[in-house]
C-alpha cells in the first residue's frame, strides 16, 4: 500500500512525500528530511497541545507531561512502525545493513517529516485531521497513563532538568580609574575556578568567561567524539 | 490605548482577553493565564519553524538555535514591555508591590497567553499574521545574529544539555528456578550504586530500580525547596 493510502492523505506536491521519505544517508544529491522533521516536531506539539486544551481541562503541568508522551521518539516510532513506514524510507547502503529501517529514530523522525510534509502541503487544519487520526491510540494510552509508567526515562530526564551544576560568576578585581575600569571575572563551575573573563564592564566580563569556558568544553567534548 | 488596538487583534470572545491577561497571583476565582500560555508557547514555536522553513534556506540546526532565541523569556519580555503589556495584566498586590509589572517573566508569560488567546479566537492563519507582525523586531535581530551572543545562556544550555550524568543498570544477581526467576538489579548513578530494584524481568528490575531513586531524589529536592 502506498503511504498517501496508509495515512489517508494524497499530496499536492509529491515531491515533499519523497523528500519527508529521504534519510541523510541517501546517498545522491537529493534533500533530506531533516528540515521537514523540524518543523513536523512543531506541528505535531501544537496539534497535540491543542487538543489536550481543548478537549480535556487539565492543568499545564499535565498537559506539558502527556504531551511529552506523545511527542517523543517512542511514542512517533510505534505509529510511523504500525504504518510500516520503515519500507518506505530512502536510506543508505550502510544504514539499511545496519538496521536502519528498524531502527526507532529513522522512524520517528520520517513520522515527523511526513507531518511537516502534510502541513507545507495542505495547512494546519488538515494535518490537525490526519494527526489526530494517526496518533489516536497513543493520545488514548498517554491519557489513560499507559504511557507515563516508563521510570529509567523519567529518572533520566529528571536528572538532566535538575542535577545541580552550579554556574557563579565573583569579580576577581578591577583595575584602572572610575570612569575606566576594567573588571576581572571568575566563573566557578561546581565550585572550581574554570576560567577568567576580562571586561569594561562586570556583564562584559562575565559574556567574556562564559565564552571562553563554552569554547573550553565544546572542543573537548568534540576531541572526546 | 486598548491591548486589541495595541496588538491589531479584536476578540470575538473577550473572555479569552481576559484569561490571558490574568496572572496566577490574582485573587479571586477567576481562571489564570497558565493554560493559555503553555499553548500560546506551541503557537509561537510553530508560526516561527514554518516562517524560519520557508523563508530563509537554512539548517535544521541553525533553525533550532534561531527559533529558541525568538521563543524565549528574554525576546518575548521584550516584545511585551514594547506593548506595554505590563499595564494590564492583573495581579496580586503582592506581586504588584515585588514590581510584578516589570517582571520579565511575567511579561513574556503574559505575551504567550495573549497568542494562545488570538488562536483559539481565530485559528492558526490570522494569528500567524499578528505573531509575524509583533514579532518583525526581534525575527530580524535574530536572523542578523545579535541575539545570539548571549554566552551565559548557551554555557548554562549547553552544560545542562551535555554534562555527563551516567546511568548504569547492572544485574547484581538472579534468584529462583529458569522459569520463575527473580532479577536484582543496581542503579549505578555516576558509579556509585544508589538503589536497588527486584522484578520477574531485567526489564522489570530496572524499572524499579529507576522508581525508586526518582522516589528518593524528588523526596530530597522537595526538602531543599
Redesign the interface.
Known amino acids: 500500500m502506498t503511504i498517501e493510502k496508509k495515512i489517508g492523505y494524497h499530496f499536492k506536491q509529491k515531491e515533499l512525500l519523497k523528500v519527508a521519505m529521504t534519510h541523510s544517508s541517501h546517498s545522491g544529491n537529493s534533500t533530506n528530511n ?2 521537514l ?3 513536523g516536531d ?2 505535531l ?2 496539534i497535540i ?2 487538543y489536550l ?1 481543548l478537549a480535556h481541562k487539565l ?2 503541568g499535565k ?2 507531561k502527556i504531551r511529552s508522551n506523545i511527542v517523543c521518539a517512542e511514542s512517533l516510532s510505534k505509529a510511523a512502525y504500525d504504518l510500516k513506514l520503515g519500507e518506505h524510507i530512502f536510506l543508505g547502503k550502510g544504514e539499511i545493513v545496519t538496521g536502519g529501517r528498524q531502527r526507532k529514530s529513522n522512524l520517528a523522525n520520517a513520522f515527523e517529516a511526513l507531518i511537516g510534509a502534510v ?2 502541503d495542505s ?3 488538515t494535518t490537525k485531521e490526519v494527526v489526530l487520526r494517526l496518533l489516536e491510540h497513543n493520545i488514548h494510552l498517554a491519557l489513560s497513563g499507559a504511557l507515563v ?4 526515562t ?3 530526564e ?6 545541580e ?1 552550579e ?1 557563579e ?1 565573583t569579580l576577581d578585581k578591577s583595575e584602572g580609574p572610575e570612569h575606566n575600569k576594567t573588571f576581572y571575572i571568575n566563573l566557578i ?1 561546581n565550585g572550581e575556578c574554570v576560567s577568567q573573563g576580562v571586561g569594561k564592564s562586570k556583564k562584559e566580563g ?3 568567561a ?2 571562553i ?2 569554547h573550553q ?2 572542543k573537548i ?1 568534540e576531541q572526546n567524539n
Not at 509508567?149 to 529509567?152: F, G, I, R, V
Not at 529528571?158 to 542535577?163: A, V
Open positions: 531533516e528540515r522533521e523540524f518543523l512543531a506541528v506539539e501544537l497541545s491543542e486544551f492543568s499545564e498537559m506539558t502541513f507545507l495547512g494546519f487544519e509508567k516508563d521510570y529509567k523519567e529518572l533520566q529528571y536528572i538532566q532538568k535538575n542535577n551544576n554556574i560568576y563551575f562575565e559574556q567574556n562564559a565564552k569556558y563554552l568544553v565544546k567534548s
